[in-house]
Nanobody, 123 residues
């Protein structure tokens, strides 16, 4: 069974940066696409970023493209989300997740999830 633990969340002013980390236990990390999702208050969980197994492909939705960067270190079983130029609307609980698919953007295609880390951006 794979376990994911996120860290790096916190409170930051608008325009600031945060780097989220997600450490995986288990032997399937390098064989999994890894994604980040977020859930804002009163909203459904939404796709934020995905990276393929070999880091050769990444994808972002328009609201975060150019501000967020996903990366991974398979030797450390860790995936990262660098978030720059943060906005108050980025405030959410951020989750990392792993998928046996190539690089899905749908939460339904992810097999395992972390517990989430809170990111709060003040104006």
């Amino acid at each position: 069974q794979v376990r994911l633990v996120e860290s790096g969340g916190g409170l930051v002013q608008a325009g600031g940066s945060l780097r989220l980390s997600c450490k995986a236990s288990g032997r399937t990390f390098s064989g999994s696409a890894m994604g980040w999702f977020r859930q804002r208050p009163g909203k459904e969980r939404e796709f934020v970023a995905v990276i393929s197994r070999d880091s050769g492909f990444t994808n972002y939705p328009t609201p975060v493209k150019g501000r967020f960067t996903i990366s991974r270190d398979n030797a450390e079983n860790t995936v990262y989300l660098q978030m720059n130029s943060l906005k108050p609307e980025d405030t959410a609980v951020y989750y990392c997740a792993g998928s046996s698919g190539w690089a899905p953007i749908s939460a339904r295609l992810y097999n395992y999830w972390g517990q989430g880390t809170q990111v709060t951006v003040s104006s």
